[in-house]
């Protein structure tokens, strides 16, 4: 355990399905992340949430849609997705948006779209 | 544009042997470099990092170098064993970049043969 705990681990879903992905950290860090990562492709930056607060939208459709109700919690609402997003998604945290601080990554959510 | 490469996408190397990992970086105002191994089923972890005003750093049986003059990262791993099988991405950071985000590597496959 690395003190971020993502559920669920694997998740299935078809096009039209409307699921969502949690994330969870309890290291007292203020800064969340979501990273896609599929196969051979570098890790892609989705959302950063920095005390609460949205810093980052790295042009994402919006069938992801992201939310964060405390620096605890962190949540990827999936509504109408395509075949294209299945991959590795995950969630990290840091102590803050600022200099020289690395991220603890969580195991990652397996995302299959049918 | 932002890119961070890794020279060799798998590596296999002798239990027993040193392995060296190697990692280019794009942005020379990058400023802090950060090493994650990812294990199968899990997320990447961090093994070490350096700034900018370093050239070597070492951890237990790793150790990193910085080459700014030629926009270059190693990691190497001493005497590697069979749980050092798994995949490594650099990161960096430039302090140009919005929050915290760093760039991630696409990875090389660490493959060590008992």
């Known amino acids: 355990e690395t003190g971020v705990t993502q559920t669920p681990r694997h998740l299935v879903m078809g096009m039209t399905n409307k699921k969502s992905l949690k994330c969870e950290q309890h290291?007292?860090?203020?800064?969340m992340y979501w990273y896609k990562q599929s196969a051979k492709k570098p890790l892609e930056l989705m959302f950063v949430y920095n005390f609460k607060e949205q810093t980052e939208n790295n042009s994402v459709p919006s069938r992801f849609s992201p939310e964060c109700p405390n620096s605890s919690h962190l949540f990827l609402h999936l509504h109408t997705l395509q075949p294209e997003d299945s991959a590795l998604y995950l969630c990290?945290?840091?102590?803050?948006?600022?200099?020289?601080?690395?991220?603890?990554f969580g195991s990652g959510t397996r995302l299959t779209v049918v | 544009g932002e890119s961070v490469g890794l020279h060799l996408p798998t590596l296999s190397v002798q239990e027993g042997d040193n392995s060296i990992i190697n990692c280019a970086y794009s942005n020379s105002a990058s400023d802090y470099f950060i090493w994650y191994k990812q294990e199968s089923g899990k997320g990447p972890q961090f093994i070490i990092d350096?700034?900018?005003?370093?050239d070597k750093r070492q951890g237990q049986r790793v150790t990193v170098l910085l080459n700014k003059t030629v926009k270059h990262l190693s990691l190497q791993i001493a005497a590697t064993q069979p749980g050092d099988s798994a995949v490594y991405f650099c990161?960096?950071?430039?302090?140009?970049?919005?929050?915290?985000?760093?760039?991630f590597g696409t990875g090389t496959s660490l493959t060590v043969i008992p």
């Open positions: 290291l007292g860090h203020n800064a």
């Open positions: 990290a945290s840091s102590q803050a948006s600022g200099q020289g601080y690395g991220y603890t």
């Open positions: 990161a960096d950071r430039s302090p140009a970049n919005t929050g915290n985000q760093f760039y």
């Open positions: 350096i700034r900018s005003n370093m």
